[in-house]
């Protein structure tokens, strides 16, 4: 028994650090995926810099969806795909270790991950979606500052007109201001200034506005002489124009969690097309926790190469396998949720295709004499390869033993 339990531990070792860099470098990646679009987007927005940060953090659930399935895969696959090319799998197969009892420590893997996906998938990713999307909405809206854009004239309402050189500090530091507003008598003010700065005031509809070195100039109207002031500060209320509240949570299947999914699917009141959404979405979210614990059977198939071959096909294709099912399962939610085809059966059926052939090349591995299920494929991509290099070699001489142009 000690003997197990050092084996478990090493094993353990041996898939944890794939496991997590793959992860979080399959994170990272759809982040950056994602990242120019929404610099794109907030930058034309005139927004905060800051704010991109907050809205791809909000994204990491829904991108840890694939990137968890994807690390469990390849943390398990890597480090069997190890213990194969060092010989140590048939060390332990000759002591009496089978691939079941070996299977232990990555189902142990499996099931903490799929817990945890069930949380983020079913309960966090919901919330971070909505939050993206007021994020979004703030943008547009102009409620984090992102109405002023420089060398263009902005307005706060139909009374306060603003232009500005140059923004430093995502919005809040000014300089080559230019301002202009007028009151209900039709008196005007208009100052310019070498710097400012916008700060927060004890009422939330108002917001001050700091003028430094700078020139006011105060048209009282009905014929007065205008007044000209220079100062080094000055203070300036600017009423904010009024912003429609964000929408409540709830608008679309995505921003709900599972059980709510799961009540508006049972709930005869809702709309015919609600409960198919709601219906879809929920099943798929199962799927992506349940479809875990067969990723080790698929991972310890494809991580054993043909004897005598150092041949990384696995790896590849498990990536191509996974990501395949899960625009699947993308694709299964939409025809779902539009009333194509049933809910149970888009998400159910697939999964059980997938369930099999995982089963079936595990299967091919453990209990088959000699039996290797990408043996084949192997053997016909090292051909092709063993041709490419070929036609390439006779390339290189051809070029070599042409005759040279004379002159």
């Not at 995502?170 to 008196?187: C, P, S, W, Y």
């Not at 015919?272 to 990723?295: E, G």
């Not at 096909?313 to 396998?321: D, E, R, T």
């Not at 996974?322 to 999964?351: C, N």
Request: charged share 20%; with cysteine; hydrophobic share 50%.
């Amino acid at each position: 028994m000690p003997r197990f339990l050092a084996f478990d531990r090493y094993i353990a070792r041996l898939i944890l650090a794939p496991l997590v860099g793959t992860l979080v470098l399959a994170a990272m990646l759809l982040l950056l995926d994602k990242m120019l679009n929404l610099f794109n987007f907030v930058i034309n927005e005139g927004g905060p810099v800051s704010v991109v940060w907050r809205m791809l953090g909000n994204l990491v659930p829904e991108y840890l969806g694939l990137g968890i399935p994807i690390g469990v895969m390849l943390g398990i696959l890597l480090a069997f795909r190890r213990l194969a090319l060092s010989s140590e799998l048939d060390a332990m197969r000759a002591v009496g270790l089978s691939y079941g009892r070996m299977l232990r420590v990555p189902f142990l893997f499996a099931t903490v991950f799929a817990l945890v996906n069930f949380g983020i998938v079913g309960f966090v990713q919901p919330l971070a979606r909505y939050n993206y999307e007021e994020l979004r909405y703030e943008l547009r809206s102009g409620a984090l500052g992102a109405s002023i854009r420089v060398g263009e004239f902005a307005t706060f309402g139909k009374r306060v007109m603003l232009r500005v050189e140059e923004s430093r500090e995502g919005g809040r530091n000014l300089a080559g201001i230019f301002l202009r507003t007028v009151n209900d008598r039709g008196q005007s003010l208009a100052a310019t200034a070498a710097t400012g700065q916008f700060l927060r005031s004890d009422d939330p509809d108002v917001i001050l506005l700091r003028l430094e070195n700078g020139t006011l100039v105060h048209d009282p109207g009905g014929g007065l002489a205008p007044r000209v002031l220079a100062f080094a500060q000055h203070d300036l209320p600017i009423n904010l124009p009024p912003m429609e509240q964000f929408r409540a949570r709830g608008d679309g299947s995505i921003e709900l969690s599972i059980p709510e999914l799961a009540a508006v699917s049972m709930d005869r009141s809702a709309s015919r097309a609600s409960r198919q959404q709601a219906a879809a979405t929920l099943h798929r979210r199962l799927i992506q926790c349940v479809a875990l614990f067969v990723l080790p059977f698929l991972a310890v198939a494809l991580a054993v190469p043909p004897k005598r071959s150092t041949s990384a096909l696995g790896v590849f294709l498990s990536i191509v396998i996974l990501v395949s099912y899960h625009k699947l399962t993308e694709y299964g939610e939409r025809m779902a949720g539009i009333g194509r085809v049933d809910p149970v059966l888009a998400q159910w059926v697939p999964f059980a295709l997938f369930s099999a052939f995982c089963f079936w090349v595990y299967h091919v591995l453990a209990h088959r004499p000699g039996g290797q299920p990408i043996g084949a494929l192997d053997r016909w991509f090292a051909s092709l390869q063993a041709r490419v290099v070929a036609l390439i070699g006779r390339r290189r001489q051809l070029l070599e033993d042409a005759p040279v142009p004379a002159g």
